[in-house]
T-cell receptor, first 114, second 113 residues
Framework: GAGVSQSPRYKVAKRGQDVALRCDPI?????LFWYQQALGQGPEFLTY????????KSGLPSDRFFAERPEGSVSTLKIQRTQQEDSAVYLC????????????FGPGTRLTVL | QQQVKQSPQSLIVQKGGISIINCAYE??????FPWYQQFPGKGPALLIA?????SEKKEGRFTISFNKSAKQFSLHIMDSQPGDSATYFC????????????FGQGTRLTINP
């Protein structure tokens, strides 16, 4: 009966390194979302999956950001050649099916790029 | 372009008082309006949500008031308690098409004992 889990909880990267952030959604949840939350701001949408299909990636800030959910469960957000402006909390959320089903958020991964 | 504007940025209320947070949206296609509560180090958690076919929804001490013509909605917390101290986010989304939540900037609420 666990909620959404994310790992690692904290990640420090040197500028230019690649990072991979993992999200384990609630079992059976079809929809999965990634959001980016800058310090003191509201979360901003990055991308959305329905099962393994990435239906919306309009929020990804650059082609350095890539997300996948190959088996329709666990998802990975990858950031290549990290920049200081990538420093933020990356939140994953899952919901049962549709847009008005409650989105349950994980605790986030705090990424700091030095 | 900020599609959902939230105010105030911070709010201090005495224990037992009423906390009021306001949001305004621009996109008339939005038709689902949730409020999320976030504690430090945690992800946002759904508090209460409303759809535009009703003007008010109440759950315990929490009430959403919705004004479709003004494109505004607000959260009222009655009998505010120190445990309510958190950051609150309003959000909006569309029930069809795009699935994403568009969040306001957040309100840091402090309830003084």
């Amino acid at each position: 009966g666990a909620g959404v889990s994310q790992s690692p909880r904290y990640k420090v990267a040197k500028r230019g390194q690649d990072v991979a952030l993992r999200c384990d959604p609630i079992s059976g949840h079809v929809s999965l979302f990634w959001y980016q939350q800058a310090l003191g701001q509201g979360p901003e949408f990055l991308t959305y999956f329905q099962n393994e299909a990435q239906l919306d990636k309009s929020g990804l800030p650059s082609d350095r950001f890539f997300a996948e959910r190959p088996e329709g469960s666990v998802s990975t957000l990858k950031i290549q050649r990290t920049q200081q402006e990538d420093s933020a909390v990356y939140l994953c959320a899952s919901s049962l099916v549709g847009s008005t089903d409650t989105q349950y958020f994980g605790p986030g991964t705090r990424l700091t790029v030095l | 372009q900020q599609q959902v504007k939230q105010s105030p940025q911070s709010l201090i209320v005495q224990k037992g008082g009423i906390s009021i947070i306001n949001c305004a949206y621009e996109n008339t296609a939005f038709d689902y309006f949730p409020w999320y509560q976030q504690f430090p180090g945690k992800g946002p958690a759904l508090l209460i949500a409303i759809r535009p076919d009703v003007s008010e929804k109440k759950e315990g001490r929490f009430t959403i008031s919705f004004n479709k013509s003004a494109k505004q909605f607000s959260l009222h917390i009655m009998d505010s308690q120190p445990g309510d101290s958190a950051t609150y986010f309003c959000a909006a989304s569309m029930m069809s098409g795009a699935q994403k939540l568009v969040f306001g900037q957040g309100t840091r609420l402090t309830i003084n004992p």
